[in-house]
RNA sequence: GGGGUCGUAGUUAAGCUGGUUAUAACGCCGGCCUGUCACGCCGGAGGCCGCGGGUUCGAGUCCCGUCGACCCCGCCA
């Protein structure tokens, strides 16, 4: 580097600086080249600096600025200007100077890119594949700035409320419950694998019993599941654990951090304390343990108003122990037929058989199937619903999951048609109760619908232990904001003996608890304090700030549908050599 | 595993019910230009229409398959 040190970055010079002689470097974001004069819009991460080449300046530098081509990096030196009246660029922070260029040092050239600057709309392929040129621009740039200034306040909430970070191991042991892991060979052990943690889950405990009191850590999660807009194989948690809680103490906890995170991003308040509803109320009033409070349309049931009526769908879904619910969307009288068809292509989506709908006009219901119910039943079905004049009204009947689903996501359907939401909004909710058990059908039996570590609520599991165990309610929760899970968390069991009843509730033989989570048990024998916490999504977090859909525009190098990473080509072959060494045979399908 | 959208110069897109030489903008290359800032003007190059097969006198266009990116269902304790 033969100019030197740069002296300044580009968005930093302002007139205060006038006169001053500055070495700037940078790209070359834009050239006007005018023959006699030539400018270079030079750009760094702080912002864009104009470098003016002219002849009468300096001749050589001008010579050569004539051959800088988009994205060169260069080193220029010169005296900074002012800019006269009616040059100056209001749309610059740096507008109203200019850096008139005596050296000029082309420190790298480049060819012509791939794909430019700032457009949007770029194929994701070439972003990824080119990664390096999609982090240069502005939108890339903003997102993953935020996200570090998020991690600072993160941590600095958590370090003032007395939590100790520490590091927990990547390289760890496969716990077949939850997602699919991603394994890793051992090579001192041939044959056996380690496996990268879905959660730090069992670690944290741990260090509850080694008496850290509070830890934290925004750590790397794995999970070999399916990708989502929002879903990566890899993804990040802010993951924490205290000692001595209660739920209570967490809501104030989490309320503050996101409170801060809101507010010192991008200024946006979040009201406090954020709103709690049951797990119960969730599914009941939105069909969704994630419900989007931006909007109503919530989901009324009707079962008991049309199990005995003259339309078959509902009183056969009914008589099968399912469910008829309903929606009423005020003004939705207006929906078109096709409209209509299309939301019952949707609610098919999600298992839904059909849905049935009918439309309040002042002359009363159109509706197909409205010669099925007597006025009787008609005026009851209005009253439940409120349902007046220019509404409709959109009803589900099947088993219950697949009403609420269908229901659930029907209403935000709806609600985004009808321009409903409000996008500038951010409505927190929490939700509380969540049972402890679910029936796994794939594999017909009971499932801990938390994590197996979670405390249920104990008169509960006497209560319904061995009756109706789905009764049992977990001491868990789970934080939404507008209808997306941000995070959950519980109290665990820190008692060996309640988390062996349990595991037993789970179907989990004693030397199978013994053989997959024997060194909990045990741990949790020593003195294991109570304990609880929390993990958050900290990839989604960032969407939500940078107002994003996509979860790959708030990670650096994230990875495709399919689980590629397009820049490195990930995943790949490897040598037949180091699979030797790993005592590795593949069988090709 | 399933449903859907898309794939045409370097990039973003247009290309109709199949028809002669596949358009445009930006970018790129060359020339001109001393106050531009999305500089301007003149000229030019640039295409396995993702890939393979089929239908047809003829396919960017229709059909089948395949690969890839994205959205969704299943899956994600």
Known sequence: MTLGLRSHHCGDLRTTHVGQTVLAMGWVDRRRDHGGVIFVDLRDHTGVLQVVFKPEVNAEAHGLGDSLRHEFVIAVQGRLAPREEGNVNPKLATGEVELLAERLEVLNTARPLPFAGEEEGVDERLRMKYRYLDLRRGPMQRNLRLRAHAARIVRSHLDAAGFCEIETPVLTRSTPEGARDYLVPSRVNPGQFYALPQSPQLFKQILMIGGFDRYYQIVRCFRDEDLRGNRQPEFTQVDLELTFVEPEEIFALIDGLFARLFRETIGVEVPLPIPRMTYQEAMDRF???????????????????????????????????????????????????????????????????????????????????????????????????????????????????????????????????????????????????????????????????????????????????????????????????????????????????????????????????????????????????????????????????????????????????????????????????????????????
């Not at 005995?308 to 509902?314: A, D, E, H, N, P």
Request: proline share 4%; charged share 30%.
């Open 287 to 589: 069909g969704s343990d994630a419900p989007d409070m931006r909007f109503g349309l919530e989901l009324v049931q009707l079962t008991d108003l049309v199990a005995r009526s003259g339309f078959k769908v509902f009183a056969q879904a009914a008589a099968a122990g399912g469910q008829v619910r309903a929606i009423r969307v005020p003004g939705g009288a207006q929906f078109s037929r096709k409209e209509l068809d299309e939301l019952t292509e949707f609610v098919a989506i999600y298992g839904a058989k059909g849905m049935a709908w009918v439309k309040r006009l002042d002359s009363g219901w159109q509706s197909p199937i409205a010669k099925f119910f007597s006025a009787a039943e008609q005026n009851a079905i209005e009253q439940r619903l409120e349902l007046r004049e220019g509404d409709l009204a959109v009803f589900c009947a099947d088993a219950e999951k697949v009403v609420l689903d269908a229901l659930g996501n029907l209403r935000k359907e709806i609600a985004r048609r009808s321009g409903l939401i409000d996008e500038r909004a951010f409505k927190f909710v929490w939700v509380t109760d969540f049972p402890l058990l679910e029936y796994d059908e794939q594999e017909q039996r009971l499932a801990a619908k938390h994590h197996p570590f979670t405390a249920p609520v104990v008169e509960d599991l006497e209560r319904h232990g061995a009756s109706d165990p789905l009764k049992i309610r977990a001491r868990a929760y789970d934080i939404a904001l507008n209808g997306v899970e941000l995070g959950g968390g519980s109290i665990r069991m820190h008692k060996p003996e309640l988390q062996q009843r349990v595991f037993r509730l789970l179907g989990m033989s004693e030397q199978e608890a013994e053989r997959r989570f024997g060194f909990l048990l045990e741990a949790l024998g020593y003195g294991a304090p109570p304990h609880g916490g929390i993990a958050l999504g900290f990839d989604r977090i960032i969407m939500f700030l940078v107002g994003t859909a996509s979860i790959r525009d708030v990670i650096a190098f994230p990875k495709t549908q399919k689980a590629a990473d397009l820049m490195v080509q990930a995943p790949a072959d490897v040598d037949d050599r180091q699979l030797r060494e790993l005592g590795i045979r593949l069988r090709r399908p």
